[in-house]
């Protein structure tokens, strides 16, 4: 079999998949999320905590809710990795050094994962379990409730109240996350992923020889890694390494569960919203883009010129063999429009314009289908500015499902626009500006920009995948990655959640012979050109300077 062909195969299986779970799991969520009952180990939770599930509120307290926790959970990882030394299964590891544990304590309550460390040889298994995986689930639980308030802000009228923070917390993560990782844990233990507390295994070498390698929860957390979006490994090589990924089946699947929970939540927004066409629209522009950027990041690596890489069937440097370079790919599109940062390859590895696709995967916003709630809230934001852009064109005020649609809103929409942006590229400038060994980007050019820029992209927008070829483990990017994880993800939520409240207040608007449908095709290609178009005047200068350059040169 060609390896085209069998890339095809791989897409037309996941995409089977992805629609066989859409109606089950979307439906699933909404229940969850509009259900009234509380189960026996929430009241436990609620009680715990202090919480009351059924008191309502509104955006300024959903904020200081999300802010609170998110505060707590910083400071309990980033201690956590400081006495790491002190706890049982250190496995001899020494605490981890200040601005490393400051920035990953950030990264991984952010939903980023961004790790400037290799895990086998740094986190102690308490630290792996109970201080990064426990982040795993409630950092994507915290990215769903933030994306159902907002539903529940186009949903709701006359009121300012979005629900309870902490019921959305809490539920998510014991309704809709453990069993679904539970699950998902067995399925890759069962193929070959390992599971267990131990120290040290002793693998035979190829040549003769022996080599200890590190052992854990691996599984367990390969499985909320990829279900939340998360990314962040138990190896340094990430889903790369056998041990995590073990073979073609297993990297397929990691693939669906990073791209099922956030494609399934568009059937959430349409069954809460009252209206699931309104979901197929933006599932279809979701879709779209991911189609797309994957039929052209698996064209640019098959088809790079070259005799080598036409003998080895495409560019297959920084590729596992046991994937080759469809699944490669297609795992490297579905983590960068994603907020995953799981890699199974090395990006900076990656031809020049392959690597220019990954950048801009996350540049998009990472909206198709984006992270567990952050790519369904990023979306809706960008149909807000297609029916404003629509508006504008035929002398309308515009609506979006019955919310009239004024300059309050657009302001909220334009500033969480411009948030992500901002901080990738003023980071990477200043950072370029630096001395070569402070910036310590390993390659000249393009090419080392392309690495200055994917890491502050890859941190703005709350994805934590590397490029590869840039040290980022010194003070400098440990402090201001972290500081601009934690900037690129609670400062858009400030305005997703105040855009929710803002909503949540009109009244509806019945629909008249002007209103633009959008739950029609129409809409969906006007949203994605929306996306296209908002991308390319913010980011081109800086692609032209780093994959755009490096492609046409070579």
């Known amino acids: 079999m060609s ?28 229940a969850v999320f509009t259900s ?62 200040p601005a490393q544990a400051f920035n990953t304590a950030m990264s991984f309550v952010t939903n980023t994962n961004w790790q400037s460390y290799s895990g086998e040889t740094t986190m102690s298994h308490v630290t792996q379990t109970a201080g990064l995986a426990v982040q795993n689930f409630v950092s994507a639980a915290v990215g769903i409730a933030v994306a159902i308030a ?22 998510c993560v014991v309704r809709i996350l453990l069993p679904i990782s539970f699950v998902a844990a067995i399925v890759l233990v069962a193929c070959g992923a390992i599971q267990d507390f131990g120290t040290w295994h002793n693998i035979s070498t190829l040549a003769g020889g022996q080599q200890a390698m590190p052992v854990g929860g691996v599984a367990s957390q390969e499985a909320i890694k990829e279900l939340g979006t998360n990314g962040g490994g138990f190896f340094n090589a990430n889903s790369a390494h056998p041990f995590e990924n073990p ?50 990041m698996s064209w640019s690596e098959f088809a790079h010129p070259g005799a080598a890489m036409h003998a080895a069937g495409g560019a297959m440097e920084g590729k596992e063999q046991r994937f080759g370079v469809g699944a490669s790919s297609l795992f490297a599109t579905s983590t960068t429009l994603t907020s995953t940062g799981a890699v199974d390859s090395f990006h900076s590895s990656f031809t020049a314009y392959g690597g ?85 980007a390993a390659n000249p050019g393009p090419h080392g920009f392309s690495e200055v820029l994917y890491a502050y992209t890859s941190a703005a927008n709350n994805n ?20 601009c994880v934690a900037l690129g993800r609670f400062l858009p939520m400030v ?23 959008t739950e029609k095709p129409l809409f969906a290609g006007l949203l994605v050109g929306t996306v296209i178009i908002v991308t390319g005047l913010t980011y081109f200068p800086a692609l032209a300077l780093g994959p755009l350059a490096e492609g046409l040169s070579s």
């Open 3 to 30: 390896p085209i062909l069998a890339d095809v195969l791989q897409v037309t299986a996941l995409i089977v998949a992805l629609a066989l779970v859409y109606r089950p799991l979307g439906d699933y969520m909404a």
């Open 36 to 97: 009234k009952k509380h189960l026996r180990v929430e009241r436990w939770i609620y009680k715990s905590i202090g919480a009351n599930p059924d008191a309502e509120m509104r955006w300024t307290a959903y904020l200081r809710g999300v802010l609170a926790f998110s505060a707590v959970s910083v400071l309990f990882l980033y201690l956590l990795q400081r006495v790491q030394n002190h706890l049982p299964l250190s496995l001899g590891f020494a605490a981890v050094s």
């Open 150 to 171: 907002l539903v529940r802000g186009f949903a709701r009228s006359r009121t300012g109240d979005l629900g309870n923070f902490w019921a959305d917390l809490v539920r």
């Open 247 to 296: 073979n073609a089946f297993t990297n397929l699947f990691e693939i669906f569960l990073i791209l099922a929970i956030p494609f399934s939540l568009t059937r959430t927004f349409g069954k809460m919203v009252g209206s699931i066409k309104q979901g197929y629209a933006i599932l279809a522009a979701m879709g779209i883009i991911w189609l797309v950027f994957v039929i052209f």
């Open 356 to 440: 220019g696709i990954a950048l801009l995967g996350m540049m998009l916003g990472e909206i198709a289908p984006g992270g567990t709630g952050s790519g369904l809230y990023g979306m809706l934001i960008m149909a807000i500015i297609a029916v404003f852009i629509a508006g504008l064109m035929v002398g309308r005020t515009p609506e979006y499902l019955g919310k009239k649609i004024s300059g309050r809103e657009i302001k909220f929409a334009a500033c969480y626009i411009l948030i992500t942006p901002a901080l990738a590229l003023i980071f990477t400038a200043i950072a370029m500006a630096l001395p070569t060994p402070i910036h310590s």
């Open 464 to 483: 934590g995948s590397a490029f590869a070829g840039l040290n980022a483990n010194t003070d400098w990017y440990n402090i201001s990655i972290g500081i």
């Open 495 to 517: 305005f997703v959640l105040a855009l929710a409240g803002s909503l949540g207040e009109q009244r509806p608007i019945p629909a008249s012979a002007g209103t633009l449908r």
